[in-house]
């Protein structure tokens, strides 16, 4: 009897605090502050509003048929990017002439323009682009890649996504200012590189350098990264505007595990393809630290919440309970897992030279992307500690850190919003970017960099990025130069911006 009534009271207590439980997750999902500041679209009738004409159109389609490709550092169309010199000095005849607006040339293809505003006690901000692109294979596309062929409310090619609408957008806003009579009060820079696909160790970084030896620092810098993701975020309700805050380290190391050479017809214990094999399978079975909650991904989560459908708002608005189940979702699918950790890709294993000889050497080369609270020392020793072989060697062949986490309360990241949301009427939210950018070089030059790229793009649009196919809405180029002006009018305007952020965001 004694022991009913104990378990009696258990089961009550229990059922009291889930009682409690639940409804502080109710009260948590429907009171979790809107943390989405608005303001007002822009318009078509507005008499700012840059139309598409026929001829800005066609600056851009003669861009596209310039194959500016890049395959390595030393491997570039230079002539081409000499090309695209000429052809973007032919369109905007005003900027070209303004007496206020310097043009620099670095390493003999990169570009750098000083725009010098009228208020000297403002700090400068920078644009980035670049004029490189990827190679395309012909024969896998509908079109031809660098015909700039505009089919069915599309302009296809190579570079029209990755990155050539950012910078004729910019070129294009800046020249319609010019032709308005518009000075720009703030000094700004628009960076446009030749190396970018192959990792801008002369062009970004020249510049990088360039900034330095002359003590200039910058406000904050807006780079290609992110973009307006329609139907890439799960839960989402509505597109999403996505800004990277912090991006991605990368370190590329070989490793590698000699033994005695010998015939097949009397092999030892362990051949050196087998130790080197099992390594490999440790690291693939051992991934690194799930830092959920820990990184931007909080950030993305906090901002866009209340935009979710109503099952990710309750898990979403409670991750002080649902935090570890969330985690090991993320953890389930490549694109969310590239989020939440470093990652590991065995990408080349070389061994063996005959079929019937005991190789005396095994080597393999594995790519991570490293996660901003991680760095490349990090990651060799945890790597080292999975492995817990001491003969396999390891060599870093290449490798670079990951930036820091830039602040989402800056002047810098406001006037990005305002502008995005002026341009495409949707959420906007901090995240992590997994790819590489310029903007690696220019760390020390801003703590606020970000990394956005005004393209509106489903999950199968997102796929032309350096695949087959590379479209960009027309629409959507026309909304690139106006994002652009309104940039830089935005930046000019920012002391008047921290109150229209100042409510609603609130930590998970």
């Given at each position: 009897m004694k022991t009913r009534k104990i378990l009696s009271l258990i089961l009550k207590s229990l059922l009291l605090i889930l009682g409690v439980i639940i409804v502080a997750v109710i009260i948590r999902t429907v009171t979790f502050p809107d943390a989405q500041p608005y303001f007002e679209k822009c318009k078509v009738s507005d008499s700012d509003f840059i139309p598409l004409?026929?001829?800005?159109?066609?600056?851009?389609?003669?861009?596209?048929?310039?194959?500016?490709?890049?395959?390595?550092?030393?491997?570039?169309?230079?002539?081409?990017?000499?090309?695209?010199?000429?052809?973007?000095?032919?369109?905007?005849?005003?900027?070209?002439?303004?007496?206020?607006?310097?043009?620099?040339?670095?390493?003999?293809?990169?570009?750098?323009?000083?725009?010098?505003?009228?208020?000297?006690?403002?700090?400068?901000?920078?644009?980035?682009?670049?004029?490189?692109?990827?190679?395309?294979?012909?024969?896998?596309?509908?079109?031809?890649?660098?015909?700039?062929?505009?089919?069915?409310?599309?302009?296809?090619?190579?570079?029209?996504?990755?990155?050539?609408?950012?910078?004729?957008?910019?070129?294009?806003?800046?020249?319609?200012?010019?032709?308005?009579?518009?000075?720009?009060?703030?000094?700004?820079?628009?960076?446009?590189?030749?190396?970018?696909?192959?990792?801008?160790?002369?062009?970004?970084?020249?510049?990088?350098?360039?900034?330095?030896?002359?003590?200039?620092?910058?406000?904050?810098?807006?780079?290609?990264?992110?973009?307006?993701?329609?139907?890439?975020?799960?839960?989402?309700?509505?597109?999403?505007?996505?800004?990277?805050?912090?991006?991605?380290?990368?370190?590329?190391?070989?490793?590698?595990?000699?033994v005695t050479p010998g015939h097949a017809s009397m092999p030892a214990g362990e051949t050196s393809i087998g130790i080197l094999s099992k390594a490999m399978v440790s690291l693939e079975q051992n991934p690194h630290e799930n830092f959920f909650g820990k990184g931007p991904e909080r950030l993305l989560l906090e901002y866009v919440v209340n935009k979710m459908t109503l099952p990710h708002r309750v898990l979403?608005?409670?991750?002080?309970?649902?935090?570890?189940?969330?985690?090991?979702?993320?953890?389930?699918?490549?694109?969310?897992?590239?989020?939440?950790?470093?990652?590991?890709?065995?990408?080349?294993?070389?061994?063996?030279?005959?079929?019937?000889?005991?190789?005396?050497?095994?080597?393999?080369?594995?790519?991570?992307?490293?996660?901003?609270?991680?760095?490349?020392?990090?990651?060799?020793?945890?790597?080292?500690?999975?492995i817990q072989d001491d003969r396999v060697k390891v060599k870093i062949l290449s490798a670079y850190e990951p930036s820091p986490i830039s602040p989402t309360d800056s002047d810098g990241y406001r006037i990005l919003h305002q502008s995005i949301y002026q341009i495409f009427e949707v959420p906007v939210a901090p995240a992590l970017f997994i790819a590489s950018s310029d903007s690696k070089h220019f760390v020390k030059l801003s703590k606020n960099i970000y990394r956005f790229a005004p393209s509106f793009l489903n999950s199968a649009e997102l796929k032309g990025i350096h695949g087959n196919n590379e479209k960009i809405k027309i629409k959507n180029y026309e909304q690139t130069i106006n994002f652009y002006y309104h940039l830089m009018i935005n930046a000019e305007k920012s002391a008047n911006l921290k109150s229209a952020f100042d409510k609603g965001h609130q930590d998970l």
């Open positions: 004409n026929d001829v800005r159109l066609q600056h851009f389609r003669t861009a596209i048929q310039i194959p500016t490709v890049c395959t390595s550092i030393d491997n570039c169309n230079f002539t081409a990017i000499l090309q695209l010199h000429d052809h973007i000095q032919e369109s905007f005849p005003l900027i070209h002439s303004s007496n206020f607006i310097q043009r620099i040339l670095f390493a003999n293809y990169t570009l750098l323009y000083r725009v010098e505003g009228t208020n000297s006690t403002l700090p400068p901000y920078m644009l980035v682009s670049h004029l490189d692109v990827v190679p395309a294979k012909a024969a896998e596309w509908q079109v031809d890649p660098f015909s700039a062929t505009v089919k069915e409310g599309y302009i296809f090619g190579r570079g029209t996504l990755d990155v050539k609408q950012t910078l004729f957008g910019m070129m294009e806003a800046l020249e319609f200012r010019l032709a308005k009579g518009q000075r720009p009060i703030r000094t700004f820079y628009m960076a446009m590189g030749h190396d970018e696909e192959v990792s801008g160790l002369r062009g970004a970084k020249a510049v990088a350098n360039y900034f330095s030896s002359r003590g200039i620092t910058l406000d904050f810098i807006s780079d290609e990264g992110m973009v307006v993701a329609d139907g890439i975020l799960p839960g989402m309700q509505t597109p999403v505007a996505l800004i990277g805050i912090a991006e991605k380290g990368m370190a590329t190391f070989e490793f590698s595990v000699s979403m608005a409670n991750l002080w309970l649902f935090g570890p189940l969330i985690a090991r979702a993320f953890a389930l699918k490549p694109n969310t897992n590239a989020i939440i950790r470093t990652t590991t890709a065995l990408t080349m294993f070389n061994a063996g030279v005959k079929w019937n000889v005991i190789s005396s050497t095994a080597k393999a080369v594995v790519n991570h992307r490293i996660h901003p609270l991680q760095s490349v020392a990090d990651v060799l020793k945890i790597d080292k500690k999975i």
